[in-house]
């Protein structure tokens, strides 16, 4: 089962492999990300990944959905936390009773042929004021659905336990499963 793992994201790197048991091989690329719905995307990343990688590639891409804003900021969190920061992304619901969101990760596979196998996991919650550490995008935002912590406040065993990355991935170790990736 050998694949490249193509992310500039130490943390997204550093949980794929604790939830592996074993080292990846990876590689930053930095990836021109289309506009789009969240499959589209990482269907696009995962291809513009091949084509600087021999073998089969793994992109991940996470989305932070607000249901109040009809699930944006979605694909596009990752920016909107580099320009504004946590606190302002929240500000954003300030005005807003629903303070509601999910969760997305996609796991997108390159298979044979250009065939690109997606991997979704999706977890609820809600939006809150950054607790923990603010060092992994969004994970001191949000508070998953039956939690009193939000993502960052857990321990990794109790996050890989519940997250949509460790939903996303249980389908990705099944898929891996039937299949062998070589190069």
Same mark, same amino acid.
């Given at each position: 089962?050998?694949f490249t793992f $193509? ?12 939830? &592996?048991?074993?080292? +990846? ?6 990836? $021109? ?18 084509? !600087? $990688? ?17 699930? &944006? ?10 320009? &504004? ?9 300030? %005005? ?18 250009? $065939?690109? !196998? ?5 977890? !609820?919650?809600?939006? +809150? %004021? ?23 406040? &857990? %321990? ?18 099944? !898929? ?8």
């Amino acid at each position: 089962m050998a694949f490249t793992f $193509v992310s500039g994201n130490a943390f997204k790197l550093k949980e794929l492999q604790e939830m &592996m048991g074993v080292p +990846v091989k990876s590689i930053n690329i930095d990836l $021109v990300e289309i506009q789009g719905e969240p499959e589209e995307v990482a269907c696009a990343k995962c291809r513009a990944a091949q084509l !600087h $990688v021999d073998g089969p590639v793994l992109i991940e891409d996470s989305s932070l959905c607000f249901n109040a804003l009809n699930g &944006m900021p979605g694909v596009y969190t990752k920016w909107f936390v580099e320009r &504004m920061g946590l606190e302002c992304l929240v500000k954003i619901l300030e %005005t807003y009773r629903n303070k509601a969101a999910y969760a997305q990760c996609i796991y997108a596979l390159s298979g044979d042929n250009g $065939v690109v !196998h997606l991997f979704k996991g999706v977890r !609820h919650g809600n939006i +809150v %004021t950054p607790r923990g550490s603010t060092e992994f995008g969004w994970d001191s935002i949000f508070e998953p659905d039956g939690y009193i912590q939000t993502y960052a406040e &857990m %321990t990794s065993e109790n996050k890989y336990g519940i997250s949509d990355r460790s939903e996303a991935f249980k389908k990705l170790m099944a !898929h891996l499963a039937q299949k062998k990736y070589t190069k």
